[in-house]
């Protein structure tokens, strides 16, 4: 799960991937194309709504994308089209490429819907961009 400052959306689609698959079989990460926040948790509104919707998220430390994320992850989901250019840009080869999805593509195929980034907004972007990513992540985890 790929966002900008690993601090708002991807650390809320981490923590609800892993709330609906088996952590003995899927290993679920989140990353930021910018390193602003590297080691931080996540936003306190991001704790908020995930602790509201049963979903603890205050383990999670922020972390910049690599190129070697490629080497370990068989999927790359990212939050917005921004992310996802800033990480086909780090892609070595075509198979690499494949790997990265716009993660609203889960209920808007090839439409390009972004999850709006809700760092500047009130408590409702969050409350928004939760029930996005929880939708996305249903049917991403019946699919896995």
């Known amino acids: 799960m790929v966002c900008l ?23 679920v990460e989140s ?15 991001s704790i908020e709504v995930g602790k509201a919707n049963g979903i603890d998220i205050t383990y999670q430390r922020g972390r910049k994308f690599s190129p070697y994320d490629f080497e370990t992850y068989d999927h790359i989901f990212v939050m917005d089209n921004s992310n996802y ?12 490429k494949h790997k990265v999805s716009r993660i609203m593509d ?6 390009n819907v972004d999850v709006p980034d ?18 996305a992540c249903e049917k991403i985890a019946a699919r896995i």
């Open 31 to 45: 990353a930021g194309t910018g390193g602003w926040h590297v080691g931080e948790q996540p936003d306190p509104r």
């Open 106 to 111: 889960e209920l808007f195929p090839g439409e």
């Open 85 to 96: 250019r800033d990480v086909i840009k780090l892609a070595r080869t075509e198979e690499e």
């Open 118 to 135: 809700p760092y500047y907004g009130g408590a409702n972007g969050f409350d928004n961009v939760y029930s996005m990513l929880e939708q």
């Open 5 to 27: 400052g690993n601090i708002c959306r991807s650390p809320l689609a981490e923590g609800i991937l892993r709330s609906k698959v088996d952590p003995e079989k899927v290993l």
